[in-house]
């Protein structure tokens, strides 16, 4: 808040995973929807965004950077390696960024394998996120009744439905207090999946902001054809193969 200018908006992109789940000949974020690789579909969402200053995108240690087909960015993209677990990749592309972002700079982190993000729901998270004291992320209600499971597989009890969210991404976060949020989540050895459960263990409590199921984590072999029916759906699949 000591800065004298507004806070400028980042996306960080870890597409350092082995797609374990996956079990296909390259990692997920390589594999096709179309003509371009679900990486590429997800990069251009932030880097067709007017508002967004720069990409980090964290990719393996054994990735070769050039056979990627990177988009045309303009300088406005940044390689980075990551980690061991996808923490540790945020943090990775978090300490790249601390280098040339200012501390209350906004950070929009993405997971690569959810090339099908709509584009006003990015716009929505950053206008209902920009002038928040802590920030959010984007969520799903639950369409099921929920169980909360109990010891040999059975029900304790059900849960309320109305109060429960599939946490999806971008996470937006202030640069710098998330830095310190997964510093301390990974210094406790607490193992955390997203970025709000970082910001929840420093005490925080994260904005929910509604966003569209189509939003998938491509996880299994059968995603990749529901990604492509979302893809085509938001008419972003062009020359489909
Ligand atoms: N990720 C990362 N660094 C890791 C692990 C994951 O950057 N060490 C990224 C993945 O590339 C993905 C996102 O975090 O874009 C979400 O992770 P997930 O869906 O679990 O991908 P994988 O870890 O690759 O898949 P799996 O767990 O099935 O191996
Ligand atoms: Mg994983």
Redesign the pocket.
């Given at each position: 808040m000591t800065e004298g200018r507004a806070p400028a908006l980042w996306a960080l992109?870890?597409?350092?995973?082995?797609?374990?789940?996956?079990g296909a000949e390259r990692?997920?974020?390589f594999l096709r929807l179309g003509s371009r690789s679900v990486l590429e579909h997800t990069l251009g969402i932030f880097l067709e965004h007017p508002a967004i200053r720069g990409v980090v995108l964290?990719?393996?240690s054994g990735v070769d950077s050039d056979a990627m087909e990177l988009p045309s960015a303009g300088g406005r993209l940044f390689l980075v390696t990551?980690?061991?677990?996808?923490a540790?990749?945020?943090r990775n592309g978090l300490e790249f960024l601390a280098g040339r972002a200012g501390p209350e700079d906004w950070v929009l982190v993405h997971?690569?394998?959810?090339p099908c993000l709509p584009p006003e729901d990015l716009d929505r998270l950053i206008s209902l996120l920009q002038h928040d004291p802590v920030g959010g992320l984007l969520a799903a209600p639950s369409s099921d009744t929920l169980k909360l499971a109990g010891t040999g597989e059975r029900v304790e009890r059900t849960l309320d439905r109305s109060s429960v969210w599939r946490a999806l991404t971008p996470q937006m976060f202030r640069l710098q207090a998330l830095r310190e949020a997964l510093d301390a989540a990974a210094a406790s050895g607490v193992a955390v999946?997203d970025e709000a459960s970082a910001m929840e263990f420093a005490g925080a409590h994260p904005r929910i902001v509604e966003g569209s199921p189509m939003n998938i984590?491509?996880?299994q072999p059968e995603d990749l054809e529901v990604a492509e029916i979302y893809l085509r759906r938001q008419q972003r699949l062009r020359n489909a193969g």
């Amino acid at each position: 808040m000591t800065e004298g200018r507004a806070p400028a908006l980042w996306a960080l992109i870890p597409a350092a995973g082995v797609g374990r789940r996956m079990g296909a000949e390259r990692p997920k974020q390589f594999l096709r929807l179309g003509s371009r690789s679900v990486l590429e579909h997800t990069l251009g969402i932030f880097l067709e965004h007017p508002a967004i200053r720069g990409v980090v995108l964290v990719v393996g240690s054994g990735v070769d950077s050039d056979a990627m087909e990177l988009p045309s960015a303009g300088g406005r993209l940044f390689l980075v390696t990551g980690g061991a677990e996808r923490a540790d990749s945020v943090r990775n592309g978090l300490e790249f960024l601390a280098g040339r972002a200012g501390p209350e700079d906004w950070v929009l982190v993405h997971d690569a394998a959810r090339p099908c993000l709509p584009p006003e729901d990015l716009d929505r998270l950053i206008s209902l996120l920009q002038h928040d004291p802590v920030g959010g992320l984007l969520a799903a209600p639950s369409s099921d009744t929920l169980k909360l499971a109990g010891t040999g597989e059975r029900v304790e009890r059900t849960l309320d439905r109305s109060s429960v969210w599939r946490a999806l991404t971008p996470q937006m976060f202030r640069l710098q207090a998330l830095r310190e949020a997964l510093d301390a989540a990974a210094a406790s050895g607490v193992a955390v999946t997203d970025e709000a459960s970082a910001m929840e263990f420093a005490g925080a409590h994260p904005r929910i902001v509604e966003g569209s199921p189509m939003n998938i984590k491509i996880t299994q072999p059968e995603d990749l054809e529901v990604a492509e029916i979302y893809l085509r759906r938001q008419q972003r699949l062009r020359n489909a193969g």
